[in-house]
């Protein structure tokens, strides 16, 4: 039966029995006295009778049709909550039969489907567990409140702990320090998606002694927390010592009987009379340039070796300004021999920076010396120190506009024994040592060139905080 048909039929007998009650009430209160007593009273029970039957049919009809309905809701709330085995019972007309079977089907779908996604939910969790496991980096997941979510064996070997008992851990707990913690709080707080900050961290003494390397890196989705990714350069920073201390012996030890062979040829060019065009002239010119360049060379090295090594500088507060003023008046002479144009274009409201004085003179004389090279007669370059208030930073540059540096040269520019252009240098170690100087300074230092055109080394410094200016 459709659903109309029986809402019709419904109020139909509703009407009927109701009217044919009110018709028994009319004859008894139109007759009264005159049909009997008995039939009186027979009229009166039977027009109750009529009109309690027309409302019971009403009232059992809503049930019939609202009944199928609270029952579907009832199932949806269940498989909302995750139940899906509950069905929903057959309907005494055809719309809610229909609707029961349409959700039936629907319940059992949604079954399956929630069958399979967590089938699919576990297979990429252990592989997840396998990828997590098989990487060659500790990784360490912490949560909001920077404990211990997940750890890999390797990241359990790299600290030494069991990782099946680590979770729920806090890094300081487990290691016996009082700053990671709160450094990963910090990196979580400030989190910037794709952004990685590290800290070095020191476990062990002398052969079991491990050096690792943890970055941070925050989750980009809703729910805050980060990763940990723990690289052992314990092996790597070894040899980068061994390396470099065999580097500044080396070169510390070669340094003397250079020095040695080159007065030795300053002497013998001084007392051999050789004629001005002689091969024997150009023989002992060439000795003394490559017993001088490779002197260079060694001094290069162990000045390498020295910063890289960690040696001492003497640190002042002075004028970024004025070292840029004496740099320029040093290479006046050279620049107007070769007929290239020196400009200036410094701030005056440069504040003063903490600095080492001779180191940083150094990188502006290896930039200055370098543009000027590769500038031909009637070029310019241009020594520029200005201010980036956006980015708190103050911006010295040298610009030329020389021959430039192919692009695919540039990306290797500040590698050691890298030259370019068409008059090399030195050895290749002047730009290596002036990046190894300005971010020692907390700096960094971006070339910029477009070949044939123009040149641009532009070294930023940070500005002093106002807690440290004060």
């Known amino acids: 039966m459709r659903l109309k ?31 009997g007593r008995p ?9 109750g009778l009529l009109i309690f039957a027309g409302i019971w049919s009403t009232f059992e009809l809503a049930n019939s049709i609202s009944r199928p309905l609270e029952h579907i809701a009832g199932a949806s709330r269940a498989i909302a909550s995750g139940r899906f085995d509950v069905r929903a019972s057959r309907a005494r007309y055809h719309e809610g039969t229909t609707l029961a079977a349409s959700f039936n089907d629907m319940a059992e779908a949604l079954g399956v489907f929630h069958a399979a996604d967590v089938t699919r939910l576990l297979s990429e969790q252990r592989r997840n567990e396998a990828v997590l496991d098989s990487i060659d980096d500790g990784i360490v997941i912490l949560d909001e409140d920077a404990r211990i979510e997940r750890m890999n064996p390797v990241a359990a070997r790299q600290f030494g702990v069991d990782p099946a008992n680590v979770v729920g851990y806090r890094l300081d707990a487990l290691l016996g320090r009082d700053d990671f913690d709160t450094y ?122 020295r910063l890289r090594g960690g040696a001492s500088s003497t640190i002042e507060l002075c004028s970024p300004g004025k070292i840029l003023r004496q740099a320029l008046r040093r290479f006046a002479a050279r620049a107007q021999t070769l007929d290239v144009e020196l400009r200036e274009e410094i701030a005056d409201d440069l504040p003063e920076l903490l600095l080492d004085i001779n180191e940083c003179a150094r990188v502006i004389d290896n930039l200055i010396d370098n543009a000027l090279r590769h500038t031909p007669p009637g070029g310019r370059v241009t020594v520029s120190a200005q201010l980036d208030h956006e980015n708190d930073e103050m911006e010295i540059s040298v610009a030329d506009n020389g021959e430039g540096i192919a692009p695919q040269q540039l990306e290797r520019i500040f590698e050691p024994f890298v030259q370019v252009g068409s008059k090399p240098g030195g050895a290749g170690l002047g730009l290596t040592l002036c990046r190894e100087i300005v971010e020692r300074h907390g700096g960094r230092v971006e070339a910029q060139s477009q070949p044939g055109i123009d040149t641009r080394f532009c070294i930023r410094m940070p500005l002093p905080s106002s807690e440290s200016a004060t």
């Not at 029986?6 to 005159?34: C, D």
């Not at 039939?39 to 027009?47: F, K, N, Q």
């Not at 012996?249 to 004629?275: I, K, N, Q, V, Y």
């Open 39 to 47: 039939r009186e009273l027979l009229l009166w029970v039977s027009g």
């Open 184 to 305: 990963a709080r910090q990196c979580i707080e400030q989190q910037h998606p794709g952004q990685r900050k590290s800290l070095e961290l020191h476990l062990g003494e002398g052969l079991y002694g491990r050096e690792l390397s943890c970055s941070f890196a925050p989750f980009a989705d809703a729910r805050p927390g980060l990763v940990l990714v723990v690289h052992d350069v314990t092996a790597e920073r070894r040899v980068a010592r061994e390396r470099n201390d065999f580097v500044m012996r080396a070169s510390h030890e070669l340094r003397t009987p250079l020095t040695g062979m080159r007065m030795a040829a300053d002497l013998l060019a001084e007392r051999a009379h050789f004629a001005p065009e002689s091969r024997e002239a150009d023989l002992m010119q060439t000795l003394r340039e490559e017993t001088t360049r490779l002197t260079g060379l060694l001094q290069s090295l162990l000045d390498l070796s």
């Open 5 to 35: 048909h029986a809402m019709l039929l419904s109020h139909g007998l509703f009407l009927a029995l109701a009217v044919a009650g009110i018709l028994a009430f009319l004859i008894v209160m139109t007759h009264y006295g005159n049909l």
